[in-house]
Nanobody, 128 residues
Framework: QVQLVESGGGLVQAGGSLRLSCAASGRTVSSYTMGWFRQAPGKEREFVGVIRWSGGSTHYADSVKGRFTISRDNAKNTVYLQMNSLKPEDTAVYYC?????????????????????WGQGTRVTVSS
């Protein structure tokens, strides 16, 4: 079993930056794919980005391309979501997720049902 704990959320002004962390514990995540999702009030949960732990390849939603960057720290078993140029529409609860299965097509990892493990989320509020 894998446990995921998000942290780093908070209040930030539009145009600012914030870095979220997702600490993984339990079984090794070296072969996992790690995804980030977000859910704004009254909206469906949406895909943000994904990183393969092995190799570090990434894939992002169009809405965050060029602004958000996902990375990982092997020593800390932690993945990060660096968010720059934040907009009010980025306001949401951000979740990290993990899946052990390998998907050759990144588009498949945009579906939340593909993931086996989820954190409890961390709230990000971007003020205008």
């Amino acid at each position: 079993q894998v446990q995921l704990v998000e942290s780093g959320g908070g209040l930030v002004q539009a145009g600012g930056s914030l870095r979220l962390s997702c600490a993984a514990s339990g079984r090794t995540v070296s072969s996992y794919t790690m995804g980030w999702f977000r859910q704004a009030p009254g909206k469906e949960r949406e895909f943000v980005g994904v990183i393969r732990w092995s190799g570090g390849s990434t894939h992002y939603a169009d809405s965050v391309k060029g602004r958000f960057t996902i990375s990982r720290d092997n020593a800390k078993n932690t993945v990060y979501l660096q968010m720059n140029s934040l907009k009010p529409e980025d306001t949401a609860v951000y979740y990290c997720a993990a899946v052990a299965n390998y998907y050759s097509d990144h588009i498949l990892l945009e579906r939340q049902e593909r993931y086996d493990y989820w954190g409890q989320g961390t709230r990000v509020t971007v003020s205008s």
